[in-house]
């Protein structure tokens, strides 16, 4: 039954993209709609995203922060103000000439991300330093024309919650920054545990327009990276082109400084290949819409079905609860939930009731315990954690596996044929090497971590004096 449940979807080392596109759609996560590149987010995916959107959103307002809602249209005039900004989205955006039947004076481009939309608006409403802080976010969707296309890592549009803020001084805006970067963090490590890695992004690789960017980067099953959330600080650069001026506390005029920073549903898409395996999704217990589901055996005999709702009830006061009483058969039920990545399923039948226990198995470790009924209140959500915590430990421990050091550019080029995985190596800081590592071994700079180690003196590539160690890696 197993087997025949699982035949659609290819092994994970057999083509881990593969096994990606069959895993989404057998878990009933997405469907391919009619625009090529567009997902249909179907309710069991969509109800993962509104847990992380519920945290996140929580997390979000705690920091201070208020949501608003900003056009889905940006005339083009307005897009052309900041020029490092429109020339890093122009091959990305997706462009309204009509409206109806009628030609458009001037072309309006649907949203990519709302930079140049926040800046037209602080500028009406912000005059003096009581107005700063202002700390914004909206939970939107954008659209970004991508020539390749996979569901929710990278679709022509996609969800997300987008930040800006204005502020005082540089300092005040790169707290923000950092501040921000924590929640991403956080949310990924505590909530989806996956681990993350944190760090600023090289000039070539950071945010179009921005001061500077900083990331987290998350390793996939497969060896390669995913930039799993940014936090741009913009410096000043938005606020001069869309002038957004204050009166100082010293009277005198000046031009906020700015931050941005989002996270997407690609982060779904990173769950998936953090956690998955051969039988489909692993959802992270404090992420998952169901975290246990019952499955009642031999339900035609009776008092079953009523014995199974009665622990649906009490456990419903520390779980979320799920409880499958369709008339498919049990083995089929342990596969699609299975494939759904429910943390825990609860079997209990007739023999089970009449001894006063029930069956819980771990979606993690496929392991099988034996719970007294009178224990299951305690038991649940402490097994709960302990999925949730082996979990992260498990990625980790992957992560530290598929991490290298590279001395030299021979070893770097081995690992990166042989192995991949991130790859820890010197940099000089220029973007000759940069260019020259990508296409020599495909692996792009993901960050310079904050957390720096000095593993030689010398650039990986030219051999010149270096100046940071950079985790690189082949990225989705």
């Given amino acids: 039954m197993a087997k025949e449940f699982v035949k659609d979807v290819t092994g994970m080392d057999e083509d881990f993209a593969q096994w990606y596109t069959d895993v989404v759609k057998k878990?009933?996560?997405?469907?391919?709609?009619?625009?090529?590149?567009?997902?249909?987010?179907?309710?069991?995916?969509?109800?993962?995203?509104?847990?992380?959107?519920?945290?996140?959103?929580?997390?979000?307002?705690?920091?201070g922060h208020e949501n608003v809602y900003m056009p889905l249209f940006i005339p083009e005039s307005l897009l052309q103000r900041e020029k490092d900004h429109i020339e890093g989205f122009a091959p990305e955006v997706a462009w309204v000439t009509h409206g109806g039947e009628e030609e458009l004076a001037e072309r309006l481009c649907v949203r990519p991300t709302s930079e140049v939309l926040f800046g037209e608006h602080y500028k009406n409403i912000i005059h003096s330093y009581r107005d700063l802080p202002k700390l914004y976010n909206?939970?939107?969707?954008?659209?970004?024309?991508?020539?390749t296309t996979r569901p929710f890592l990278r679709t022509l549009e996609f969800l997300w919650q987008e930040g800006h803020t204005?502020?005082?001084?540089?300092?005040?805006?790169?707290?923000?920054?950092?501040?921000?970067?924590?929640?991403?963090?956080?949310?990924?490590?505590?909530?989806?545990?996956?681990?993350?890695?944190?760090?600023?992004?090289?000039?070539?690789?950071?945010?179009?327009?921005?001061?500077?960017t900083y990331?987290?980067?998350?390793?996939?099953?497969?060896?390669?990276?995913?930039?799993?959330?940014?936090?741009?600080?913009?410096?000043?650069?938005?606020?001069?082109?869309?002038?957004?001026?204050?009166?100082?506390?010293?009277?005198?005029?000046?031009?906020?400084?700015?931050?941005?920073?989002?996270?997407?549903?690609?982060?779904?898409?990173?769950?998936?290949?953090?956690?998955?395996d051969d039988r489909g999704l692993v959802v992270p217990p404090r992420m998952a819409p169901t975290q246990l589901m019952i499955v009642p055996i031999a339900q035609h005999k009776e008092g079953v079905l009523d014995f199974a709702y009665d622990l649906k009830e009490k456990l419903s006061a520390v779980a979320r609860v799920g409880i499958d009483a369709s008339d498919k058969k049990p083995g089929w039920k342990f596969n699609e939930y299975e494939m759904k990545g429910i943390p825990l399923r609860l079997e209990v039948g007739p023999r089970d009731?009449?001894?006063?226990?029930?069956?819980?198995?771990?979606?993690?470790?496929?392991?099988?315990?034996?719970?007294?009924?009178?224990?299951?209140?305690?038991?649940?959500?402490?097994?709960?954690?302990?999925?949730?915590?082996?979990?992260?430990?498990?990625?980790?421990?992957?992560?530290?596996?598929?991490?290298?050091?590279?001395?030299?550019?021979?070893?770097?080029?081995?690992?990166?044929?042989?192995?991949?995985?991130?790859?820890?190596?010197?940099?000089?800081?220029?973007?000759?090497?940069?260019?020259?590592?990508?296409?020599?071994?495909?692996?792009?700079?993901?960050?310079?971590?904050?957390?720096?180690?000095?593993l030689a003196d010398t650039c990986v590539c030219c051999g010149k004096a270096a100046e940071k160690m950079v985790y690189w890696a082949k990225a989705y």
């Fill in 138 to 147: 909206q939970w939107a969707n954008v659209v970004r024309w991508e020539k």
């Fill in 353 to 454: 009731i009449e001894n006063g226990q029930v069956i819980l198995a771990r979606r993690d470790t496929g392991e099988k315990v034996t719970v007294p009924v009178s224990e299951l209140e305690a038991k649940v959500p402490i097994m709960l954690e302990e999925i949730q915590k082996n979990l992260l430990e498990k990625a980790r421990a992957h992560r530290e596996e598929m991490t290298s050091v590279a001395p030299t550019f021979d070893e770097f080029k081995s690992v990166m044929s042989e192995k991949g995985g991130f790859v820890k190596a010197m940099w000089c800081g220029e973007l000759a090497c940069e260019d020259k590592i990508k296409e020599e071994t495909g692996a792009t700079s993901r960050c310079m971590p904050f957390e720096q180690e000095q």
């Fill in 215 to 276: 990331t987290i980067e998350s390793l996939m099953h497969d060896g390669k990276a995913l930039q799993s959330g940014t936090s741009h600080h913009l410096g000043d650069g938005f606020a001069k082109a869309f002038g957004i001026q204050f009166t100082d506390r010293e009277g005198k005029l000046q031009h906020v400084q700015q931050t941005s920073w989002g996270l997407t549903t690609r982060i779904i898409g990173a769950m998936i290949m953090v956690h998955g």
């Fill in 166 to 212: 204005c502020h005082e001084t540089d300092e005040d805006a790169h707290e923000e920054t950092v501040r921000m970067l924590e929640v991403y963090a956080e949310l990924c490590e505590e909530l989806l545990a996956i681990p993350v890695v944190k760090g600023q992004k090289t000039e070539k690789e950071k945010f179009a327009g921005a001061k500077y």
């Fill in 27 to 63: 878990a009933e996560l997405v469907d391919y709609s009619s625009v090529r590149g567009s997902m249909i987010i179907r309710p069991y995916g969509y109800a993962i995203w509104e847990n992380i959107k519920e945290a996140l959103d929580a997390k979000i307002k705690e920091t």
